[in-house]
């Protein structure tokens, strides 16, 4: 077989062309805010999508307020949860200390429909509050079409 330079050249473009590479979040339990924040703010420039599809708790969270929330969208199996901000426990003494600064940046990236969830349900504090797939969450975020 013989491979002409058009047939390399449509090969180069197939493999080069775009690629769409969703998020499954299926377990994540958080981690550094400003990790994340990153993470998101590239899904969201490429115009990916995000399927939570399990647990995204925490910082995992802010994917509400980077990521569009029509490239989002929850399975049946979806869970959130939101509490208060913490210092890194590696300067703490591995002690969790609250951040008021940290909880209030939190805030800021969310949503309105978000915001108002966590108020009608006092507020973050230090205990996870969750948000469990159904109608309180679906007035959030849209649960996930069969083609996603």
Known sequence: MRITPLALLSLFCVAAGPVRADLHITRDHGGYVEEYKARYARIRDRHERVIIDGICNSACTLVFGIVPMNKIC???????GFH??????????????????????LMSYYPDAVKDWIRRNGGLTTEMKKLKNGEELWKIVDPCPDEW
């Open 74 to 80: 929850v399975t049946p199996r979806a869970s959130v």
């Open 84 to 105: 208060q901000a913490y210092y890194d426990k590696a300067f703490t003494f591995g002690i969790k200390v609250t951040s008021a600064e940290g909880t209030s940046d």
